[in-house]
Structures are given as C-alpha cells and as structure tokens.
C-alpha cells in the first residue's frame, strides 16, 4: 500500500493495526517505511550484482534489528547458491532457484527471526519507490 499520512510512521502502523483489527476482527501486523528509507533500501542493493531474476530477489522488511545472534546465524548460514545480506531493518535475499524448495527461506519465518516481517521481490520494491517519487 503506498499512502501519505501526517503520522509518524510507528504511529501509523498502530493506527492502521488498530483499523484493520476493527473491520476484519483480527490483528495484522503492519510495517511501515518512509519514502526515504524506501529509497536508502533501493540505494543499497547489496545482491544486485548477482541477482539475475529480479523476481527471485527479495528484500524483507523488518519491524525492528533483528538480535545480535540471529543476525549472525543467517550471515554464517550455508544456503549457497542462495545468499542474504542482513542490513538495519532489512534482508536482501536472493533465491536463484525459486522459493520453492529454498532453504535460506526456511530460515526466514517470523518465530525463528525473533521479529515481525514482510517480504517483497526487488522489482516490486522499486515500483512502489516509483510511485512514492510521482
């Protein structure tokens, strides 16, 4: 969803947490980044080299830094050819042979995280920078 908002964006996510609770009865997490941290996630690009299949490089977008000893087991985690680059509150991922039977996937559930998150392949993430810069 691209929106503008006055509200900070950890206030939003609660607003919008608290309205989507309302109208469907049940709670959603909501993950909220401002046009410029959009855009510092577009500029940093760390697989962009090696990601051929811009449909299988994903960007997954966290609630908060994931801990310290999460972080390093995904950096140490022997997934090849698979690969992910932890930076701030986001994964760069890359599966370049689906997600299908991937196993760097596997480790990117919530509950092994420790943290909230959403997931987006590289070709969206840059089409809704596109349409925040508009």
Same mark, same amino acid.
């Given at each position: 969803?691209? !929106?503008?908002?006055?509200? /900070?964006?950890?206030?939003?996510?609660?607003?919008?947490?608290?309205?989507?609770?309302?109208?469907?009865?049940?709670?959603? /997490?909501?993950?909220? $980044?401002?046009?410029?941290?959009?855009?510092?996630?577009?500029?940093?690009? /760390?697989?962009?080299?090696?990601?051929?299949? $811009?449909?299988?490089?994903?960007?997954?977008?966290?609630?908060?830094? !994931?801990?310290?000893?999460?972080? $390093?087991?995904?950096?140490?985690?022997?997934?090849?050819?698979?690969?992910?680059?932890?930076?701030?509150?986001?994964?760069?991922?890359?599966?370049?042979?689906?997600?299908?039977?991937?196993?760097?996937?596997?480790?990117?559930?919530?509950?092994?995280?420790?943290?909230?998150?959403?997931? $987006?392949?590289?070709?969206?993430?840059?089409?809704?920078?596109?349409? !925040?810069?508009?």
């Amino acid at each position: 969803v691209v !929106l503008s908002s006055p509200l /900070p964006p950890r206030q939003l996510e609660a607003a919008l947490e608290q309205q989507l609770a309302q109208a469907l009865g049940f709670d959603i /997490p909501v993950l909220v $980044r401002t046009r410029a941290e959009l855009a510092k996630v577009v500029a940093q690009d /760390p697989l962009g080299k090696v990601a051929a299949n $811009r449909s299988r490089y994903l960007v997954v977008f966290l609630s908060k830094r !994931l801990p310290a000893k999460v972080a $390093r087991e995904l950096a140490s985690a022997d997934v090849a050819p698979e690969q992910v680059v932890v930076h701030g509150r986001e994964l760069y991922s890359w599966h370049p042979d689906g997600l299908q039977r991937s196993q760097l996937s596997k480790l990117l559930d919530d509950r092994k995280l420790g943290v909230v998150s959403t997931a $987006r392949n590289w070709n969206t993430v840059v089409k809704l920078l596109e349409l !925040l810069e508009q």
